[in-house]
């Protein structure tokens, strides 16, 4: 892994400390990383955006989620380069099927070589749209109601609680929705007025009102998780 690739990942705990993140990266982390992720963090390290992509840590929670669920049918949302849509596409079974959705292809373009190089590409169904309009397409058959077991939502924040409406219903009754960033580098504990200005605005607003909508909300089992930017982990009960 580049030096790059080491600092995009490590700049990101919310942690206190950063030797201790780091600790958990090379301790617990890296050295159970598959090959293709790491390659994925190589070849985005030097993108403009390398900070959107999924935290390892994170990710390595997603897999053993989609593990314990048994997950094989999967919705992502915000694809970037690939790193959680590849993690996504390694861990669920050679018949899984992911149907990914961003506005931008470019983006997927660049980790797709390293898709394709580990075999995986087959289990994914990319569709360039904003994501709001495909979940309606998908809800407007009814076979697609509670069948799918997993999904992550890593996009637009502001559209985070309209896509939970749809997940509530796309996702089975034990399926998994998981919301990232939804500490905001940790500025959902700070008073507005000390907010840094390139956390505040919109997105941040949407967390907030995401994070209190999901504690009230009683279809789902809850844990928000302080790795990455923090994770959200939504079990659908009814
Ligand atoms: N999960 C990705 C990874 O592991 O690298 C990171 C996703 S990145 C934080 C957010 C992505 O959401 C961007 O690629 C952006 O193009 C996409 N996006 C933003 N708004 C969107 C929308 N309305 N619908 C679909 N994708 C959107
Ligand atoms: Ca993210």
Redesign the pocket.
Known sequence: MTDKAKQAASSKGLLQSEDLYRYILETSVYPREPEPLKK?RDV?ADHP?AM???APDA?QLMAMLLRLVNAKKTI??????????L?TALTIPEDGQITA????RE??EI?LPIIKKAGVDHKINFIE????S?LDQLLKYSENEGSFDYA?V???KD?YCNYHERLMKLLKVGGIAVY??TLWGGTVAVPEEQVPDHFRGSSRQAILDLNRSLADDPRVQLSHVALGDGITICRRIF
């Not at 749209?129 to 709001?132: H, R």
């Open positions: 994925i985005t955006w959107m992509g999924t990710g992502e949302i915000g694809v970037f380069t690939g790193y959680s849509l993690l959705i961003d506005v931008n983006t997927y980790g749209s904003e994501a709001l495909v992550f890593d996009a637009d559209n990232d960033n």
